[in-house]
């Protein structure tokens, strides 16, 4: 798809992407500046707005309400943080826009400040649109750690703010719809020992010789989990995944480690309960407990979960598919390994797809970029979003 280069809300749309890029959200870090500036720019405009603070208050979300300050109609819904940069070799700096010829490049402007750009642009023509439905704007944070930094504002749908009837994540799909996703749960395993030399073994417990084993459980557990297969085959892998990621512990070669920990993570299907691994893993942790560290007082397995997104489920006939299938002006959806806020909302009860500008494989890469045309092809499908919610 070209597009029109005197489209002034594209236009718009690539300056306000620059002066987001500029910011460093990743996500150790506040988002505030940017909420302050997107507050300045909506001010402006004169739109409504809420910001919804963390607990901490050094981050927030932010509501926007365009059209009647009802329930219903649309919520269009972006995150602001981004992932590190730190290891990773660009060839320009990542927050600074960079064009060149028809991309793109800089930090997030695929995941997903493009797609919060372009919402942002259209604010004028939500603004003059005889909206009979409301269309809303949030811009959550940490998504890239927890997918937990919506909640707060799903909470308030329906009470201090209006409850929107549907959800649109514009996290990036080449704006196709996609309508299910996979859970993700993360975990940290701490395997605590007891310390001896080496030449004695039997005088401790090795809390990395457990830790393997406990890891070499968990590779078990996921090949286990092949069995239970996505029928349909629209998941690539079609089945739940575990892995394990970072393991470290011990003191010397000749010192039996006291304590070795290790971070992994839970992919389900859908349908799957987000226990499915869990449950299998505690119950060979109890084994194992019983078996090596019995004896040692002070020696236990712990495990903590650390992040809990839900799966999307695919819901065909719900209003979030059949409206943004209708304005992708598509016949069919998709479904992504990743996870998304999507879950969360579905989970408060509102229906929700998937669709924005840009390819997940440029996302979280040095010379993260996003093709203008992708960019328009947002700003065509939320122009027909305010012509839809106007009749």
């Not at 299907?269 to 040692?296: K, T």
Request: aromatic residues 8%; charged residues 20%; glycine residues 8%.
């Amino acid at each position: 798809m070209t597009h029109n280069p005197a489209d002034s809300t594209l236009e718009r749309a690539i300056a306000l992407l620059d002066r987001l890029v500029a910011f460093d959200t990743e996500s150790s870090r506040s988002n505030l500046p940017l909420i302050d500036f997107v507050e300045d720019y909506l001010l402006g405009l004169g739109a409504r707005f809420a910001r919804i603070p963390n607990a901490e208050g050094d981050k927030a979300a932010l509501f926007v309400t365009f059209g009647p300050n009802a329930d219903g109609g649309v919520v269009l819904s972006g995150h602001t943080d981004v992932v590190p940069v730190t290891g990773q070799k660009w060839t320009s700096p990542p927050f600074v826009l960079r064009r060149d010829g028809e991309r793109l490049y800089g930090r997030g402007t695929c995941d997903m400040k493009g797609f919060d750009a372009i919402c942002l642009a259209m604010a004028p023509e939500f603004l003059a649109a005889p909206l009979k439905k409301p269309i809303h704007i949030m811009l959550s944070y940490d998504e890239e750690t927890t997918c937990a930094g919506c909640l707060d504002t799903i909470k308030r749908f329906g009470q201090d703010l209006p409850r929107p009837a549907l959800a649109v994540i514009g996290e990036p799909t080449l704006m196709q719809v996609a309508d299910a996703h996979k859970s993700v749960t993360t975990y940290r395993t701490i395997v605590t020992g007891h310390e001896a030399h080496s030449s004695k073994p039997w005088l401790g417990v090795s809390a990395v010789h457990v830790a393997c084993q406990l890891v070499a459980a968990l590779e078990r557990i996921g090949r286990d989990l092949e069995a239970d297969r996505d029928e349909q085959a629209r998941f690539d892998p079609a089945f739940s995944t575990v892995h394990v990621g970072i393991i470290q512990g011990g003191t010397a070669r000749n010192i039996m480690a006291r304590q070795c920990e290790f971070f992994w993570e839970f992919r389900g299907l859908p349908h799957a309960s987000h226990r499915a691994a869990l449950d299998r893993f505690e119950a060979f942790c109890a084994q194992i407990a019983a078996e090596r560290l019995n004896g040692f007082p002070n020696a236990k397995i712990e495990t903590i979960v650390e992040t809990q997104a839900p799966g999307l489920r695919s819901e065909p006939d719900s209003a979030a598919t059949t409206l943004a299938l209708a304005l992708a002006q598509a016949n069919h959806t998709i479904a992504v390994p990743y996870a998304t806020e999507a879950g969360q909302f579905q989970s408060g009860g509102l229906p929700a797809v998937i669709c924005g500008p840009g390819s997940i494989d440029q996302a979280h890469q040095p010379d993260e970029y996003i093709d203008i045309a992708q960019l328009a092809e947002g700003v065509a499908f939320l122009r027909r979003l305010a012509g839809q919610l106007s009749t």
